[in-house]
């Protein structure tokens, strides 16, 4: 049975306590020994693939020389012949068979080699897959796990501390509240600078007509009162 | 990152005009939790865990039995149907308690985790704003 499903029978009907493990520890222990299990497969299928390969390229290298050496006998033969020796046609010709016999036996050794190599690819294909596979459900149980007792370890904090178990009416009504406390305090600041720098007073006085009078219209006023004297 | 070391690296980190505060709840031998608190709102404190994969920065919201017993199929269904829209996070229920959650890689760095807490952070504030309707008077 998958980990999911596992988990939801558990989270159903809410048979369970409060607090009380959704995933038990062997649960855990199981997958990580799986994973152990199917890494050690995998280290040992590479192991054994490099050595059957390396094998296989070794009866590969002793088939080619084989095919070599009953070319070039096929050659001596055809000379020995051409030279009236047949005596030594039938020798070499014998050597020639005892090649192919040679040729033959390695072939199936070969064959031999080239199955055992796609059956650990196969078998590496297979360990990598469930190990993968084992890694994501154990993440699951992991995580399922660690939410629980992070809960419980917040709980204990919580409940340590009286003033923190309001409920969420009340949270939202306080949260709410400090956010229009700084926005009026934000608010109040701007107001103080704008007062503190004048600018406040200043503004008001000119709307009402008073103190705004530029200065050298003053200025001028008094030179003309000196001219007309 | 660390629980102590992300501690650390919040205290003095300010980021999207968000500051945090943060302190560990160790949990000897067991699970390490570490208690953040975003812009001062400490009424909705977020939780992060580690795990070998991810973080989990987890809020409470309410409790089952804050909710209106008429009301909680609906609420159930309507939680599920903002779970894709919701930005970054997604809706949970731990034990009686519903939650909104996100996760990170392990391997986040300290940008994209704060960027999560204080998008976690917002979404907890709106969702539960959201779902007063539902809540018991």
């Known amino acids: 049975m998958s980990i ?73 033969a055809g000379e020995a012949l051409e030279k009236g020796n047949e005596a030594l046609a039938v020798e070499i010709a014998e050597k020639i068979s005892e090649f192919e016999d040679e040729r033959a036996e390695h ?28 890694q994501r459900q154990l993440t699951m149980v992991k995580t399922t796990d660690s939410v629980q007792k992070a809960t419980m370890a917040v709980n204990s904090t919580l409940n340590t501390n009286e003033s923190s178990m309001v409920n969420a009416r009340q949270s939202l009504e306080r949260i709410k509240q400090r956010q229009q406390d700084r926005q009026d305090q934000l608010a109040a600041a701007k107001e103080l600078e704008a007062a503190a720098s004048g600018a406040d007073l200043k503004a008001k006085m000119a709307e009402a007509g008073i103190g705004s009078t530029p200065k050298s219209n003053d200025i001028l006023e008094r030179i003309k009162a000196k001219q007309n004297k | 990152m660390e629980l102590n070391e992300l501690s650390i690296k919040l205290a003095s980190f300010e980021t999207e005009g968000a500051n945090f505060e943060s302190f560990l709840i160790a949990n000897e031998g067991e699970q390490d939790v570490l208690q953040v608190i975003v812009d001062g709102n400490d009424e909705l404190p977020i939780f992060v865990t580690q795990t070998e994969e991810q973080l989990v920065c987890i809020s409470y919201l309410f409790n089952e039995n804050e909710v209106k017993p008429e009301l909680l199929n609906e609420l159930n269904e309507a939680l599920l149907k903002l779970n894709v829209p919701i930005p970054l996070s997604a809706f949970a229920k731990i034990d009686e308690q519903y939650a909104i ?13 704060t960027h999560e807490l204080v998008t976690l952070a917002d979404n907890a504030i709106e969702a539960l704003d959201a779902v007063t309707m539902y809540l018991n008077d």
Not at chain 1, 121 to 131: C, L, R, T
Request: no cysteine.
């Open chain 1, 107 to 134: 072939q199936q050794v070969l064959d031999g080699f080239s199955k055992h190599v796609i059956l650990l690819k196969q078998q590496i294909k297979e360990a990598e897959k469930s190990i993968k596979e084992n």
């Open chain 1, 4 to 76: 999911l499903k596992k988990l939801f029978t558990a989270v159903r009907g809410g048979a369970r306590e409060v607090g009380e493990s959704i995933v038990d520890a062997n649960g855990i222990r199981i997958f990580e020994q799986e994973i152990a299990d199917a890494k050690n497969a995998l280290a040992k299928a590479k192991k054994s693939l490099t050595e059957v390969m390396a094998k296989e390229m070794q009866t590969k290298r002793k088939l080619a020389s084989l095919e070599d050496s009953i070319i070039e006998h096929e050659n001596y």
């Open chain 2, 101 to 113: 959650f996100g996760a990170l890689a392990v391997s986040s760095s300290i940008d994209e985790i």
